[in-house]
């Protein structure tokens, strides 16, 4: 298995602040995944970052918006710029296990809020 | 791309009792896991399963993927059950999509 650390692991943010979130893996891994989860509904995948190239947004999210870095396989951060409190949300790192097939694994995710 | 729908929405339990949980998926998988995720947020792997059948203790899991559903049986259940349990799929995008989750509440 992966063991993902996220930071922080919860944030109260003011409303055109930007808040950016750190993932780091245990093990190194080619692709992560950053994820949304608002409050009460499923879990949306925002962009998939791979080393070296530019990260691929999902429809309804833009690099602008949540910028995304992934400098090397064991790191990833993710920005929420300019927020509002329709922002307010979990966000959580995955990643995929080399090694036992497909399996994603999930940080604790990052619990914030935007006043 | 795949489409993921659990079923039900919400079910409420009493101690002991037994549930079975659905997911039907639209496509054919390469990967399928359930989750529950408990009350601080927190997603925990319960199975990999794209396909066959698994138990962990008092949870089962089997999927058909040739008739694109899985499963997922709770046996004895307890409170410390209740929570989101969430059924995620991908196919050969790679990229996991999400059903919208089963509410389980365990009454004492």
């Known amino acids: 298995s992966a063991v993902i650390s996220q930071k922080p692991s919860r944030d109260i943010c003011q409303r055109g602040t930007s808040l950016t979130i750190q993932c780091q893996v245990d093990?190194?891994?080619?692709?992560m995944f950053w994820y949304r989860q608002q409050p009460g509904q499923s879990l949306t995948l925002i962009a998939t970052?791979?080393?070296?190239?530019?990260?691929?947004?999902e429809s309804g999210f833009v690099i602008d918006k949540f910028p995304i870095s992934r400098p090397n396989l064991t790191f990833s951060t993710l920005t929420v710029s300019n927020m509002s409190p329709e922002d307010s949300s979990i966000y959580l790192c995955?990643?995929?296990?080399?090694?036992?097939?497909?399996?994603?694994?999930f940080g604790a995710g990052t619990r914030l809020s935007v006043l | 791309g795949i489409q993921v729908e659990q079923s039900p929405p919400d079910l409420i339990l009493q101690e002991g009792a037994n549930s079975t949980l659905r997911c039907n998926f639209s496509?054919?998988?390469?990967?399928l896991q359930w989750f529950h995720q408990n009350p601080w947020g927190q997603l925990i792997n319960l199975f990999y399963?794209?396909?066959g059948t698994k138990q962990n203790g008092r949870l089962s899991a089997t999927t058909v993927a040739t008739e694109r559903y899985s499963l997922l049986y709770i046996s004895s259940s307890q409170t410390t059950d209740s929570g989101v349990y969430f059924c995620?799929?991908?196919?050969?995008?790679?990229?996991?999509?999400f059903g919208q989750g089963t509410t389980l509440q365990v009454k004492p």
């Open positions: 995955s990643v995929k296990s080399g090694g036992r097939g497909n399996i994603q694994y």
């Open positions: 093990s190194q891994v080619t692709m």
């Open positions: 970052a791979n080393q070296g190239s530019e990260a691929t947004y």
């Open positions: 496509d054919s998988v390469n990967n």
């Open positions: 399963i794209p396909s």
């Open positions: 995620a799929a991908s196919g050969n995008t790679g990229k996991l999509i």
